[in-house]
T-cell receptor, first 114, second 114 residues
Framework: AQSVTQLGSHVSVSEGALVLLRCNYS??????LFWYVQYPNQGLQLLLK??????LVKGINGFEAEFKKSETSFHLTKPSAHMSDAAEYFC????????????FGKGTRLSVIA | SAVISQKPSRDICQRGTSLTIQCQVD?????MFWYRQQPGQSLTLIAT?????????ESGFVIDKFPISRPNLTFSTLTVSNMSPEDSSIYLC???????????FGPGTRLTVT
């Protein structure tokens, strides 16, 4: 079975500061990994994904994440936070084979302080 | 990518009634998924819907409570039956990325049961 743990249900940063949202996963096979963002009263939008190849992946809005197999982690970062980054962020995992759905973490709410 | 629409976007319903949520995709897809997002929570998979076969339900969800239709490759419905206040949630449909990695989500249906 697969699972995702997001450390910190709420993270608060100042505008312009580094954003770091933590995600650890458990999987019996090398997984596909994802970060989704959910703005208030909206659906989920894919930020970035890791499937194979380069372990540092870049996504939209200046976000990036690094797959570290030895640490079973896929932390999301952004060098400089904007007010518009305030949202709920979900890390998700799925097996690469077959038509299997995503397994989501509990989410981290990011607040950006002016 | 896929563009997904859901109807209704929100509704307020009385307990004991049923609501059918529609999900329309702008391209043909094999797999469609239905999720529930309870207030302040992460996403929980309700069921996977394949065209031409019965939906596959996750533990804790049953067909009598959440009947699903999948009449063609671009459309699906989820019915929330005999509603109670505990069913108040956001219901989201998603489709699998044609590249096999990740899912695209609809905007969600915000359901309030009084």
């Amino acid at each position: 079975a697969q699972s995702v743990t997001q450390l910190g249900s709420h993270v608060s940063v100042s505008e312009g500061a580094l954003v770091l949202l933590r995600c650890n996963y458990s999987s019996s096979v090398p997984p596909y990994l994802f970060w989704y963002v959910q703005y208030p009263n909206q659906g989920l939008q894919l930020l970035l994904k890791y499937t194979t190849g380069a372990t540092l992946v870049k996504g939209i809005n200046g976000f990036e994440a690094e797959f570290k197999k030895s640490e079973t982690s896929f932390h999301l970062t952004k060098p400089s936070a904007h007010m518009s980054d305030a949202a709920e962020y979900f890390c998700a995992v799925r097996r690469p084979s077959g038509n299997t759905p995503l397994v989501f973490g509990k989410g981290t709410r990011l607040s950006v302080i002016a | 990518s896929a563009v997904i629409s859901q109807k209704p976007s929100r509704d307020i319903c009385q307990r004991g009634t049923s609501l059918t949520i529609q999900c329309q995709v702008d391209s043909q897809v094999t797999m469609m998924f239905w999720y529930r997002q309870q207030p302040g929570q992460s996403l929980t998979l309700i069921a996977t819907a394949n065209q031409g076969s019965e939906a596959t339900y996750e533990s804790g969800f049953v067909i009598d409570k959440f009947p699903i239709s999948r009449p063609n490759l671009t459309f699906s419905t989820l019915t929330v039956s005999n509603m109670s206040p505990e069913d108040s949630s956001i219901y989201l449909c998603s489709v699998e990325d044609t590249g096999g990695a990740g899912e695209y989500f609809g905007p969600g249906t915000r359901l309030t049961v009084t």
